[in-house]
C-alpha cells in the first residue's frame, strides 16, 4: 500500500467543525482511501471511504482532490465523543491488509 | 447484531510462557485478521485468514507466533516461549470478504502483559 502523511495531532472545540488531512502523493489509480479512528481504549473503527469523488455518510465527509494526491476527513460538528486517532489508509485494488501509520490524534476542547 | 469479540481482555504471563488469544468474528464474516498495537503505533499486520486457510502470514514475527481458524469462523493466536517485546494489545478484525472496499470490523483486543 501506498504510504500517507497526517499530523501527529490536532485540537478542536466542541460543536466546531474539524478537517483533518491526509497526503498520499504516491497514490495509484486503484488505490481506495479509507479513514478508520480509534477511541480510547477500543479496537478501530470504520469511518469512510472513497475512491475519486467526495463521500458523505452519518459520520462524516471525505472530501478527496482532483489529482488525489490528498484527502480530508470532516466533521462537521466535533463532539467530545469524537476524541480519537484517526487513519488515513489507502488500499489498493485486490488488497487486503490495511496499513496503518500513526495517525492523528484528535483533541476536542468542550 | 453482535460485534467481534476477543478473550481474555487482559492476560499477563511470564516470560517463556505459552499463550493464547481468542476472537470470535461476526457471524457469516469469511475473512478474519489479527493485528499487534503497541503503545503510541497504529496496528500491525499479522495474519490474514480468508475461510480456514492463512492466505497471508508474512506479518509474523517469527515461528514463535503461530493461528489457526480450524472450522473458519473462531480463531486462535498462539504465542510460544513468550518475551517480555511480546507486550501489545492484540487485536482481531473480520470483514464480509477481503475485497478492498469491504470494512474491517475490530474487536476490543486483548492486552497481552508479559513479565
Known amino acids: 500500500d501506498a504510504k500517507t502523511t497526517q499530523p501527529n495531532s490536532m485540537e478542536s472545540n466542541e460543536e466546531e467543525p474539524v478537517h483533518l488531512p491526509c497526503n498520499h502523493s504516491t497514490i495509484s489509480g486503484t488505490d481506495y482511501i479509507h479513514w478508520y479512528r480509534q477511541l480510547p481504549s477500543q479496537g478501530p473503527e470504520y469511518v469512510i471511504h472513497g475512491l475519486t469523488s467526495n463521500v458523505n455518510n452519518r459520520m462524516a465527509s471525505l472530501a478527496i482532490a482532483e489529482d488525489r494526491k490528498s484527502s480530508t476527513l470532516i466533521l462537521h460538528r466535533a463532539t467530545l465523543r469524537d476524541a480519537a486517532v484517526y487513519y488515513c489508509i489507502l488500499r489498493s485494488g485486490g488488497s487486503y491488509i490495511p496499513t496503518f501509520g500513526r495517525g492523528t490524534s484528535l483533541i476536542v476542547h468542550p | 447484531g453482535a460485534g467481534v469479540s476477543q478473550t481474555p481482555s487482559n492476560k499477563v504471563t511470564e516470560k517463556g510462557k505459552y499463550v493464547e488469544l481468542r476472537c470470535d468474528p461476526i457471524?457469516?464474516?469469511?475473512?478474519l485478521y489479527w493485528y499487534r498495537q503497541s503503545l503510541g503505533q497504529g496496528p500491525e499486520f499479522l495474519i490474514y485468514?480468508?475461510?480456514?486457510?492463512?492466505?497471508?502470514d508474512s506479518g509474523l514475527p517469527n515461528d514463535r507466533f503461530f493461528a489457526v481458524r480450524p472450522e473458519g469462523s473462531v480463531s486462535t493466536l498462539k504465542i510460544q516461549r513468550t518475551e517480555r517485546g511480546d507486550s501489545a494489545v492484540y487485536l482481531c478484525?473480520?470483514?464480509?470478504?477481503?475485497?478492498?472496499?469491504?470494512?474491517?470490523?475490530f474487536g476490543p483486543g486483548t492486552r497481552l502483559t508479559v513479565l
Open positions: 478484525a473480520s470483514s464480509y470478504s477481503s475485497g478492498d472496499y469491504n470494512e474491517q470490523f
Open positions: 485468514f480468508q475461510g480456514t486457510g492463512a492466505a497471508d
Open positions: 457471524s457469516g464474516h469469511t475473512a
